[in-house]
């Protein structure tokens, strides 16, 4: 089994523990599952128009990996995400899914465990509810050395995480 679809396995494995630890029932990819679980109905639609494409692409390959890959990866981070944090903005659980989907694509394991937490962590520390969440979670990332130098490349990709959340934030009422 190659490590791609392994981690697909995976993810649709913790989908169905979540949504049985949470709700008490197996998860199924449906309208009404979706808002269930607090998807607003435009919303829920897309996720699912886009859980079938994929659906139908990985049904055409052999092997674990298909080209919407990422975005399978996605829309599992996303409903698993809405699971654990139920009265996360949907702005904030769309933010933490990319983070966390995309990780799966990095070479090397400890970018790919990089990646996962910054978006983890990003709910962990509510980063939404203002300046204290969002100062507490940018301080954590201190712990992971390639944010804690102090080059260019280091200031970058802190930097690119901290404009995300800061759009993530302003604007619009949130989107519960």
């Known amino acids: 089994m190659t490590n791609d679809l392994k981690s697909v396995l995976d993810l649709e494995t913790q989908l169905n523990k979540e949504a049985q630890r949470s709700e008490g029932w197996d998860w199924d990819w449906n309208l009404d599952n979706l ?4 998807f607003e109905e435009n919303e829920a639609l897309g996720i699912l128009s886009d859980y079938d494409s994929c659906v139908e692409t990985r049904k055409k390959t052999d092997e674990g990996w298909f080209s919407e890959r990422g975005t399978y990866l996605y829309l599992h981070h996303q409903v ?3 699971f ?3 009265t996360a903005p949907n702005k904030a659980i ?3 899914a990319y983070y966390m989907a ?3 694509n990095r070479p090397d394991e400890a ?6 937490d910054v978006g983890l962590d990003m709910m962990r520390y509510q980063v939404w509810n203002g300046d204290k969440h969002r100062n507490a979670y940018i301080e954590s990332l201190n712990r992971f050395d390639k944010f804690k130098g102090k080059n260019k490349k280091s200031a970058k990709a802190r930097n690119k995480i901290i404009e995300e959340i800061d759009d993530m934030s302003r604007g619009e009422q949130d989107d519960r």
């Open 94 to 96: 769309r933010l933490a």
């Open 35 to 38: 808002i269930r679980i607090g």
């Open 111 to 116: 970018m790919r465990e990089i990646g996962f």
């Open 102 to 104: 995309n990780s799966q």
């Open 80 to 82: 698993i995400l809405k």
């Open 84 to 86: 654990q944090f139920p």
